[in-house]
Structures are given as structure tokens and as C-alpha cells.
């Protein structure tokens, strides 16, 4: 069998998630195995056991997963013994999946109050490196619904008008779109969030497309930041042109506090400031229309 190393798209993780698919994790098992044997517990295999924890917490196998995140989550700190978190992009992804997986399990054995308090913990612990968002949405999913929305004032932002301050928009229900420049989905998203504020901004809908910087542009070419500026106004004007009258901050922060690792993320916060929703990833209509009729 042949393996390679420093792909995140390698025979390995491509077999693994194979059989994960299929709630095979025994032959996932003698997968990793056999390939630790040979090359040891380098980034690949850790971001593979990683999968496996991630696996079994979607089939609801918590012991499973509690089992396998606490491999990934050793391997992990193993490695970064001799190396920064973010030197490369595999460890990232697998210690952030193993914390995940800790806290969602815990909050799944009814847990909830702990598991905050271990994300709360884990993101102090890793401040300042690219899984603070992970673990920001982790704590969210479990704890922002009810409590009052972070603020989205930002000293940046996209488009030609500085955004109103965000305490302007109490006594508003306020639908937030988390978009990133290089994201297919908020593109084939933002017709649909343009129709549906046709649609509601008669009866007090108004929306907030935070977005922020990557370090990069098309083709993944390193950017300073003012160059990527101009292309994400680009890409605004190309895909989001009908989104245009919504303010449009450019904030690290904010996308942080509201642990936008993966876009789009959506929140809907009501004419009080509470956050009522919050959902990483995509949404259809009838979810987007089920949450905004609460709302409103």
C-alpha cells in the first residue's frame, strides 16, 4: 500500500474517510496502524485518528470518540514538542478536531456547563493560533443562543460606506452572513439571502456581512493586507453585488468572538440584541425562512 505525507488529500486520509463513511472504523484502524508503524505519529496519521474521533461522534460511538480524539489530541502535543502549532496545517487540524470532539462529547452526556468551561480553557490555552475560531464555534453552538450578540463594530470594512454602529441597529432584527473571499458556498448562498431581504426588509429585516482577512488572494498567493483589501471588494462586487447595501465589516475579531472557522456561518439576533440562532455552514430556504419568521 502505498502512502504519502504532506498532503491533506493522500491515499491515507483519502481511505480513512472512506471508510469512516461507512462506519467502518476497524479497517481504519489497521490503516493507521499500519502506517504509524512505518512513518511513526507524524501530522498525516494524527489528522486520520482525528477523522476516526470525528467519525464516531457523528454515529453518536461517544466512547469511541472520546477514545479516538484523546489519540489524535497526544499525537498532536507530541509533535509540537519540536515545532509551532501552525508550521504546518495537519497538526491545526487535528488537535482542533480532538478538542471538538471532547467538548461535543461532553455536552451529548448532558455535560454542558463542563464542556464550555474545557472549550473556555482550550481557547486560552491556544490564543493567538488558527484554531481559536474552532473552539470559539464549539463554545457558541453550545452557550450563544439567548445571551446578547457580540458587538460587529469593526475599524475596517468592505465597500464604500463606514457601517453604522452596531448599537444603531437595536429595536432591528439583524440576519448575520460570515462570508470569506475564497468561499464557494457564501457565493451560491448570497442569491438566496438576497431574495429573502427582498423579501422581509419590509418588515424590519436588516443584514450584516462580516468578513475578514486570509493573508492571501487568488491562487493562494501571499497578500499584504491592502491588496487584499482591493480583492476582496472584488469578489463583492462579482458575487454579492445583490448583498451590497448590507455593511460589510473587516474583522479577524469579530469572525473569532463569533468562531467563524468554517464560512458561511449565519446568526439571527433579534430586535432586542439576543442571538436566537447560530449556525456554522450553509442553510436552505425553509431553514433560513423558519429561523427569520421567529425572529421577526
Given amino acids: 500500500m502505498l502512502f504519502t505525507t504532506g498532503n491533506a488529500q493522500t491515499p491515507l486520509l483519502d481511505q480513512v474517510r472512506a471508510s469512516n463513511s461507512k462506519g467502518d472504523f476497524a479497517t481504519a484502524d489497521r490503516l493507521i496502524d499500519n502506517y504509524r508503524q512505518r512513518f511513526g505519529a507524524n501530522p498525516e496519521v494524527t489528522l486520520a485518528m ?11 460511538k461517544l466512547e469511541l470518540a472520546e477514545s479516538y480524539a484523546d489519540k489524535a489530541r497526544d499525537w498532536s502535543l507530541q509533535q509540537l514538542k519540536s515545532r ?149 471588494g472584488q469578489i463583492r462586487d462579482r458575487y454579492y453585488a445583490p448583498l451590497a447595501s448590507a455593511a460589510s465589516p473587516l474583522s479577524n475579531t469579530i469572525f473569532e468572538t463569533y468562531g467563524c472557522s468554517s464560512t458561511p456561518t449565519l446568526a439571527l439576533i433579534d430586535k432586542q440584541g439576543i442571538v436566537r440562532w447560530y449556525h456554522p455552514g450553509t442553510a436552505t430556504e425553509a431553514e433560513l425562512i423558519r429561523e427569520i419568521e421567529a425572529v421577526l
Fill in 50 to 60: 482525528s477523522w476516526q474521533a470525528r467519525g464516531a461522534l457523528v454515529l453518536g
Fill in 84 to 232: 509551532k502549532l501552525d508550521a504546518e496545517t495537519m497538526v491545526p487540524l487535528a488537535l482542533g478536531a480532538s478538542i471538538e470532539v471532547h467538548g461535543q462529547v461532553m455536552a451529548r452526556r448532558g455535560e454542558i456547563s463542563s464542556a464550555v468551561g474545557y472549550l473556555e480553557t482550550e481557547r486560552r490555552k491556544y490564543a493567538g493560533t488558527s484554531i481559536v475560531e474552532r473552539i470559539a464555534k464549539n463554545i457558541n453552538l453550545l452557550s450563544l443562543k439567548g445571551k446578547r450578540a457580540p458587538s460587529l463594530d469593526a475599524t475596517d470594512w468592505i465597500g464604500r460606506t463606514k457601517p453604522p454602529a452596531w448599537a444603531t441597529y437595536r429595536g432591528k432584527p439583524v440576519l448575520v452572513f460570515f462570508w470569506a473571499h475564497w468561499c464557494p458556498d457564501c457565493k451560491e448562498l448570497s442569491p438566496l439571502l438576497a431574495n429573502l431581504m427582498r423579501r422581509y426588509s419590509s418588515r424590519g429585516l436588516t443584514m450584516v456581512a462580516p468578513t475578514r482577512y486570509y493573508g492571501y488572494i487568488e491562487g493562494g498567493a501571499d497578500a499584504p493586507r491592502p491588496a487584499e483589501k482591493a480583492y476582496i
